[in-house]
């Protein structure tokens, strides 16, 4: 009895080591995991990944004459930054407070920011393509009222144009046989390039053109000429016309108006 006693307190006295060296390893191991990881509430550790739940700031009540944070990299090789930002799909890589110009921030691709760079420019967060806003020729054509059609020149240097578009019209009593689809349509140089159309639900009702950009790209430099006209089939005012037939009337009482945005060429 005593020997099957004594047995009884050496096994739990075995078990009792086991688990109290258990949790000593357990403590150093996830110890040492832990400390090779900056967290909440400990100093950043560099060289290696910083883990935090709550946001890190940095200020005073006085602040510093310039900046507070500086982050130099110095490596030799060619795909290096000072800063990496990553966050999901769809958000904001960084926010800031101040409307105020940041100075060679580029807003160009990788290509012009390296011409700019080259030829001593900056390519600023106000600029679009590499080119600021002297770059661009906003010219209104057409702003008058009166039936359509509409017509204007413009000379242009080459490039990208963007047409803004805007006007309105009816489906008369007299030209149709009951309410349905209306539009009118754009043409450069008389080549049809888009059209603009709405449905009317009432005859004889005048509504507005949804205002509509069209671009147009690859035009030569030089002299061009831009017309409105309204869309009218044969089949309007007979047996042939359906809902969708495009129908279109404008009087005295349309307005038009249309923009010209000219993006130069390289």
Known sequence: MVKSAT?????????????????????????????ALGANGQAWILGQPNVATAITSLGG??????PMVRITNNDADANDTALDL????????????????????????AGRADSAASAG???????LDGKDFSAFDVD??????????????FNSEGGTLVFSTSGSGFRASN????????????LVDGRFVDRIHITINEQDHREPFVAQDVV????PAGAHTVRLEVEYSSACNTDNETFGTL???????DRFSLTLLEIPAE
Not at 10 to 34: K, Y
């Open 121 to 127: 420019t900056a390519a600023n967060a106000d600029s």
């Open 216 to 219: 147009v790209g690859g035009l």
């Open 61 to 66: 009540a006085g602040g510093v004459n310039g």
């Open 140 to 153: 209104e054509l057409i702003d008058s009222s009166g039936p359509l059609p509409k017509e204007a020149t």
């Open 7 to 35: 047995s009884k307190v050496m096994w739990v006295g075995r078990a009792t080591v086991f688990l109290v060296g258990l949790a000593v390893l357990l403590a150093l191991v996830f110890g040492a995991a832990s400390a």
């Open 175 to 186: 030209n149709s046989r009951f309410a349905g689809a209306i539009a009118m349509k754009l």
């Open 247 to 253: 129908c279109t009337s404008t009087n005295q009482n």
């Open 86 to 109: 990553r966050v999901q799909s769809g958000e904001a890589p960084m926010r800031v407070n101040s409307a105020t110009r940041v100075a060679n921030l580029n807003a160009a691709t």
